[in-house]
């Protein structure tokens, strides 16, 4: 298994307070990944990262902020929580060199509940 | 949106049977990939498909791609009751790099 790990694992929270999620990996890959994952919507990209420092939004980046100071830390921070992002999330990354270089490594993802 | 589209929804089968499952899409791609996802874990990835593929096999998985329907399918032959899982498309636009993911065939291994 690649070197992935998704901190909290589970986590219950009220509305209105700010939650960071912390992805980590030991790989050296170049790319990130949070992905938030819902009853019948599949996977959807919430923001990316391709280096440290650079990050950019997915298809669903409202209300969500991201961090990247280190190659191994992604933070996914939830500035006021709202029910609606009661989800699975998923931290991914990427970017080995040669014939993986497009493929993905997941997390094992954070179950998060917004009452 | 390109988002690949996973038709069936769901699928139940007979232990030894094969499975397919097919991904259409709607704009130019760089490469398609399918993942599967057991109940409360992570996707792994399965196989990657490029543009310039038609065909790509994988121990008992095959998958091919046709550019021209925007289509691909993933065959899973002799099916056994550990590949009851989700399976998943995903696309890589060539437009911007971008990979999205679609809503995924639940797949249901029968004893």
């Known amino acids: 298994d690649a070197g992935i790990t998704q901190s909290p694992r589970h986590k219950v929270t009220e509305t209105g307070t700010p939650v960071t999620l912390r992805c980590h990996q030991t790989e050296n890959h170049r790319y990130m990944y949070w992905y938030r994952q819902d009853p019948g919507h599949g996977l959807r990209l919430i923001h990316y990262?391709?280096?440290?420092?650079?990050?950019d939004k997915g298809e669903v980046s409202d209300g969500y902020s991201v961090s990247r100071s280190k190659t191994e830390d992604f933070l996914l921070t939830l500035e006021s929580a709202t029910s609606s992002q009661t989800s699975v999330y998923f931290c991914?990354?990427?970017?080995?060199?040669?014939?993986?270089?497009?493929?993905?490594?997941f997390g094992p993802g954070t179950r998060l509940t917004v009452l | 949106s390109q988002q690949g589209e996973e038709d069936p929804q769901a699928l139940s089968i007979q232990e030894g049977e094969n499975a397919t499952m097919n991904c259409s899409y709607k704009?130019?791609?760089?490469?398609l990939q399918w993942y599967r996802q057991n109940s409360g874990r992570g996707l792994v990835h399965l196989i990657l498909i490029r543009s310039n593929e038609r065909e790509k096999h994988s121990g008992r998985l095959r998958v091919t791609l046709d550019t021209s329907k925007k289509s691909s399918s993933l065959l899973i032959t002799a099916s056994r009751a550990a590949d009851t899982a989700s399976y998943f498309c995903?696309?890589?636009?060539?437009?911007?790099?971008?990979?999205?993911f679609g809503k995924g065939t639940r797949l249901h291994i029968l004893p």
């Open positions: 995903a696309t890589e636009s060539s437009r911007d790099d971008k990979i999205i």
């Open positions: 991914a990354i990427s970017g080995t060199s040669g014939a993986h270089y497009n493929e993905q490594f």
């Open positions: 990262s391709y280096g440290v420092k650079d990050t």
């Open positions: 704009t130019s791609i760089n490469n």
